[in-house]
């Protein structure tokens, strides 16, 4: 083994023991284990029970395609003996580093491969293999269970609900009713599918609406909703949407839709994965914003998180 590599199995032996440590005390079976700390090394690593995702970041890295796959089948070596999972358990994935969460709706093979992973004792299905993310995003961990224990009794409204994660966590905490807005039907029949599998499936009072998010909320009466998620893409174009998005320039009157729809003493949820995102604070018309990023980083993203966080209160 070269010196790099030890290198590499030193950190990623390092970083898992105490990942994995943080993850048995909290009863965590899903999480990031290593996110490009070396950059000889330009991968991410999250572990979803007894299997791993591994993406590497595109870079220029000199080497041969020959020479990349010899590489890339000793880093995976390592990855299996240390965390330790079986090779077949390892699926790998190719990304930009800077990738947004418009590339969710971009898929990368049809292989089809779903199965189910627990998170706070719900059921979350994910797949490793179709598209750049796996379903579920983990960064959410803490702001899900906030979300949970806000929920019950109220009129929930998750948008850009992506796989309804958030939406199955109020459905759970008995939610009066839970609104699913996405812009893709294939996301959106994902979301019902998790309801499925929490039996909380209930055409009665959870709704899911395949729809352009900033025409959806036009059209919303005020004091339609108490609580809402709203976690957008940094940007889109999609020609499913009547305008683009872009969330630095469109976050104020975004949010001022959301806030007509929300009842007065309601919350909202506000998520950006948009590192250079700076909130219009005085032109939102929130009763209070508060920033909660800290507060809804976990344990397995401490110090790597590029994503924002706000607390809006009605």
């Known amino acids: 083994m070269n010196e790099k590599l030890v290198m590499f199995q030193n950190r990623l032996h390092k ?24 950059p000889e090394f330009p991968f991410c690593i999250e572990l979803y029970d007894d299997k791993v995702y591994l993406a590497e970041y595109l870079r220029r890295h000199g080497m041969t395609d020959e020479e990349h796959e010899q590489w890339l089948e000793e880093c995976v070596a390592v990855i299996c003996a240390l965390l330790p999972v079986a ?66 009794g109220k009129r929930i409204l998750n948008l850009f609900a992506y796989t309804g994660s958030f939406s199955v966590y109020a459905a759970a905490e008995d939610a009066l ?4 807005v996405d812009l893709s039907k294939n996301y959106l029949n994902w979301a019902e599918q998790n309801m499925e599998l929490n039996a909380l499936k209930d055409d009665s009072k959870h709704y899911f609406i395949h729809a352009d998010v900033k025409q959806y909320l036009k059209t919303l009466p005020p004091n339609s909703f108490d609580l809402v998620v709203i976690d957008p893409p940094t940007f889109s174009n999609s020609k499913r949407m009547k305008d683009f998005l872009d969330i630095q320039r469109d976050h104020v009157e975004l949010l001022n839709d959301v806030i007509a729809a929300t009842t007065t003493g309601g919350t909202i949820y506000f998520s950006t994965n948009f590192s250079k995102f700076v909130i219009d604070a005085t032109a939102i018309k929130a009763t209070t ?20 966080c706000y607390k809006l209160n009605i």
Request: hydrophobic share 30%; with cysteine.
């Open 87 to 152: 090779d077949a358990n390892v699926y790998i994935k190719q990304r930009k580093r800077k990738a947004n969460r418009l590339d969710q709706y971009e898929k990368t093979d049809t292989k089809a491969e779903y199965f189910s992973v627990a998170e706070q004792g719900l059921q979350f299905l994910v797949n490793l293999t179709d598209y750049l993310d796996t379903g579920l995003f983990l960064d959410h961990r803490i702001t899900r269970q906030m979300v949970r224990n806000e929920s019950k």
């Open 15 to 38: 970083v898992y023991k105490h990942k994995s440590k943080q993850a048995n005390r909290q009863n965590i079976t899903c999480y990031r284990v290593y996110d490009h700390d070396l």
């Open 177 to 180: 009713s839970v609104t699913t």
């Open 289 to 308: 914003i508060k920033n909660i990023t800290r507060a809804t980083t976990p344990f397995d993203f401490e110090g790597k998180l590029k994503r924002w």
